[in-house]
Every structure is written in structure tokens, then in C-alpha cells.
């Protein structure tokens, strides 16, 4: 799958090379990385999560926040056979500055001489730096994704969601990006499939073990290792209910090599804050 370059204007990070003087490092502010963050996103459209719909936005809205330069951004569709349907609404590498010094690093072990280089570079540095966030403003990134994603979350309807079959093909996504990994599922979680019937069935050991052995027959199972995962409108007043939901979510997870870090029936950015990663303001 081809990732949308409509805003990237250099997708590469630079790499990380401090210049070591024996055991004291001598660093330029251009040395430093940050690792990027493949979110996507998953949408469940079925008739059932109308209601939250509202809320699915402003959960958008809130990671979008904790998007920075070189990220990788998927809005998604759940669709009735996400495999083959999903729909994307969002595809976007989000650009990254590559800075390359306008004269080259002296050849030397001389901490003074580097230091003065560098001293000499880094009012270049923030010049390309300013010049790049006045014409990658991250604000118009965030603004342009929740337009994008506005309208199919107000408005789509699918008859039926294929919820596994949509995180499977988050699994295939993450495997083809680098760096951290972040899943986020806007969906009431009441999967149902041949093997179980969580909307209004029993959520037990029993249906995750049936679930998980037939995608292991199939070879779709989702590759979700390393992923941090959080789930966003569980459809259940019933506190029991719920916490059957909520373990049957993090059986199915843990056998993907996923990981439910929250599981909320509700959009509240007071959790979702936990969740989200304190990164430097860009």
C-alpha cells in the first residue's frame, strides 16, 4: 500500500552521529532524533456506534495533539470484510527536516574546533528550521486529517463490521513502518463472527479461543507486536458486561503480541492523556 506523500517534503529523520572526543560526547543540535509514531486508527461504521460517532472525533482530535514531524498517520474504516473493504481515509508521512550542515564537519578530534563549528552552524540550523515548520505547520496537518476523517465518521454506515479482519490489516501496516506503534480502536468492541457473538452472546475464554484457532487456519491472525493499543467505546452500561468485554479484548490482544492499555466505554481525554506520549512541543 502506497502511503500518501501529499505533505511530505523530506520523509527521512536524520540520523543520529555525535562526535565523540574519547569518552565526552560533542553533540549538535541537529543530532538529535526523535522516533517517529505509525498511528492508525480504525473506525468501526457499523449501525451500532452511531451514537458515538461525536465522540470517535474528539478522540481523533486529541491524538492528533500528540502527532509530530516524521510520524506516520491512518484514519481507517472497519467495513464487513475490512480485508478486502476497508477504506482509508487518511494516509499521510508526516514531513521531517533533514538538516545538512552548509559546510562539512571538520576532520578532527579537537573539541574547541568542533565545538566553534558547530557554534557557527546552529544559527543556520534554526533558520532551516523555522523556514520548515512556517511551511510544514503541523497545525494545518491536524486540521487537514479531521477534515478529511469528518464526514465518514458522521455519515458511513457498513452492515456489519469485520473488526479483526480491520486489525489485521493495521498489523500489515505496522510492518511496513518504522519506530513506536499506536493503535487506536473507536469501536463499541461486539464482534461477531461464526466462532462468536459478542453483541449479544457471552464473552468468554471459550469465543476468544474459537476466534483466535480459526485466523490461525486462515493465517489472519493480526501481527500486532509492540503495539500499544486502546479501545474507545465499549457498548455496555453492564459493569459485568463490561469487564467481560474488556478481558475478552486483552485475551484477543495478547495473542497478537498487542497490548490493551486502555479499554474505555466512553471518550475521556483525562485516560487517553495517560495513554498519549509526552513528547517536546514542535
Known sequence: MTILTTLVACACLLGGCALNIGNAPVSAPWDKTASPITWVVVADVS??????R??????????????????????????NDSVQNSRF???YEVPALHYVPSTPRPDTDNADMLNAWIAKQTPLYQTAVDKFKREHSLSDVRR????LSRGPLANDVAVGTDIFGALYVAGTLFSATPGERRLVLLSDGLVVTPEANWHSGAVTRASVDRVLAAQRRTGRLPDLRATSVVLVGANTSDPVRFAALERG???YLAATKGDLA???RRYSSTILDQWLPNRPVQ
Do not use: K, P
Open 249 to 251: 479484548w486483552q485475551l
Open 54 to 79: 461525536g465522540e470517535y472525533l474528539s478522540a481523533l482530535a486529541r491524538i492528533l495533539q500528540s502527532v509530530r514531524y516524521g510520524d506516520t498517520v491512518v484514519v481507517m474504516s472497519a467495513e
Open 47 to 52: 449501525q451500532s456506534t452511531r451514537s458515538f
Open 262 to 264: 486502555h479499554f474505555m
Open 144 to 147: 487537514h486529517i479531521i477534515a
Open 89 to 91: 481515509w487518511v494516509e
